[in-house]
Each structure stands twice: as structure tokens, then as C-alpha cells.
């Protein structure tokens, strides 16, 4: 795992998006994952810079979203396709329909969801996935408690996940969603490369976990410690409880 500390939140983002820009100078048909959430937000704002300064191009690109909440109707101001449309896919030049979040519509959620994991192996799997982390370590809506292998599903969310997410609803806990449609641990895991992004002290218990604790679907992020091409881009506040963090700052200075 590569870890970058820096209190420069553009150093960050320049370094996720350098990321995306060489990948598809590379490979124009690239399949990008993205997160909604605050963390990726400087990411997008960089990507839109970029596509505006002709840097870099989506057209053949493809995009799939983590995950989606159940039960909001189509086009509601929360779901998360919309998210991803007016903070990501519609400031740059991505086709229209191209960039894909699970179904938290359909009648047969499950039979969804099974078409949802299956699009994303039919369009040759994620090259690289943008991920955020929730305060209890989950990454997209996996849950404590799930399965470390599983695939795209419905998921309920916790009572701590739904408290955090309150403030994108009025802060009402009760008008947020129960459950969610989201991608598993084992998809996320086939993803060819991974960037995670955390700011802030609410996010430092699950980032030392997930650095440094045992893989445990407690703390379901620590299952990327099995992954083998995983950047994390952390604010100061969020390396603040690594126990090793003068060792990641260096190896990251000294990185071959
Ligand atoms: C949300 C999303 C995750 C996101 C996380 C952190 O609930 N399902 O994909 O990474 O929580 O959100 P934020 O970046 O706003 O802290």
C-alpha cells in the first residue's frame, strides 16, 4: 500500500487525476469507477479543470458508480447517479449513458444488481476505482459484518452510516434510506488500481485500521490490504492515528 500524507489537498487530487489523465493517454477506453461523498470532490473539480484545459479526454471512456441508495425515486436530488452526473460525468465529455450506477429502482433488486456486476465484467472490469471510506471503514456501502468476498447486492446500512449521511437530507436521519444497492468487497477488489481519499479526524480510526489493523470484516476497508496496486491520499487529520506515519511520509518521499 502506497500512502501519501499532505495537508495540500490539490497535491492530492493532482495526484489522483495525473493517475487518470496517463491511464487514458493509454487506454482512451479506460473503465473508471468513481465514489459519490465529499472526499473525491477536489478529484472531480481537477478532472473538470483538466477536460476544460483539453488535457484529457472521457469520450471513450466508461464509468461505474459504487453504489446507489433503495427506495428514492428516479431523479431525486440524493440519488446518487445524480451525484455523479452534476459533480463528475456532466462537467467533462463522458457520452451520455456511459457512466452507470447500480438500480435502487427495480422491482428485482437482486436480479439488478446481478446485471449491475455483470456489466461491469462485460465492459473488461474497473481499471481504476476512486474510493472514499465511511467513519465505521466501510468503503461504498459495505457494511461491517459483510461478506470480504462479496459482489454487488443489497446492503442495509447502519445506523452510524445513516447518521453521518443525514446531513445530504435536511439532517433528518429518518428521511435517509434504509437500504442501498452497492457494489461487494470481491468487486472492488478486482479493480485494477485503487486510489481511497480520506480528510478529517472522523476518518482516522478506520484509516489506522485499515493501514494498520487486522483484515476483519469489522473494519471491511482493510480488506484492500490484500490488493496489490492501492494509493491512499490522506489529510493530515486522517493519517493522525497511523502508528508508523513519519515511516509512510518517507517512504513516499524515497518511493523508487
Ligand atoms: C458514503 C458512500 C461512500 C463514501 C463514504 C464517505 O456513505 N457510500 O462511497 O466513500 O460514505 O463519504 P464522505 O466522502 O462524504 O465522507
Not at 139 to 155: C, D, H, Y
Request: hydrophobic letters at 40%.
Amino acid at each position: 500500500m502506497e500512502i501519501f500524507i499532505s495537508s495540500n489537498p490539490d497535491a492530492l487530487a493532482q495526484y489522483a487525476v495525473d493517475g487518470i489523465e496517463e491511464l487514458l493517454a493509454a487506454k482512451p477506453e479506460a473503465v473508471i469507477g468513481f465514489a459519490t461523498g465529499s472526499s473525491p470532490m477536489a478529484v472531480y473539480d481537477e478532472m473538470a479543470a483538466r477536460y476544460e484545459a483539453g488535457r484529457i479526454d472521457f469520450s471513450k471512456a466508461k464509468g461505474f458508480q459504487l453504489d446507489e441508495y433503495v427506495g428514492l425515486p428516479a431523479g431525486h436530488e440524493q440519488t446518487y447517479l445524480r451525484f455523479i452526473h452534476e459533480n463528475m460525468a456532466d462537467r467533462v465529455n463522458f457520452v451520455p449513458g456511459t457512466v452507470r450506477a447500480p438500480d435502487g429502482t427495480c422491482e428485482d433488486l437482486a436480479a439488478g444488481a446481478a446485471a449491475y456486476e455483470a456489466a461491469i465484467e462485460q465492459a473488461g472490469g474497473v481499471d481504476f476505482q476512486i474510493l472514499g471510506i465511511g467513519s465505521n471503514g466501510h468503503i461504498a456501502f459495505n457494511e461491517p459484518g459483510g461478506s470480504l468476498a462479496s459482489a454487488t447486492r443489497v446492503e442495509a446500512l447502519t445506523e452510524q452510516t445513516r447518521q453521518d449521511n443525514a446531513r445530504f437530507f435536511d439532517g433528518d436521519i429518518t428521511r435517509v434510506p434504509t437500504h442501498c444497492v452497492t457494489q461487494g468487497l470481491g468487486t472492488i477488489m478486482r479493480a485494477r488500481r485503487i486510489i481511497l481519499l480520506a480528510q478529517g479526524e472522523g476518518k482516522a480510526e478506520a484509516i489506522a485500521h485499515l493501514v494498520e489493523g487486522s483484515v476483519s470484516a469489522r473494519w471491511p476497508a482493510t480488506i484492500l490490504q490484500h490488493h496489490p496496486r492501492v494509493t491512499l491520499l490522506l489529510d493530515e487529520a486522517a493519517a493522525s492515528k497511523l502508528e508508523l506515519r513519519d515511516h509512510y511520509r518517507w517512504a513516499w518521499e524515497n518511493r523508487g
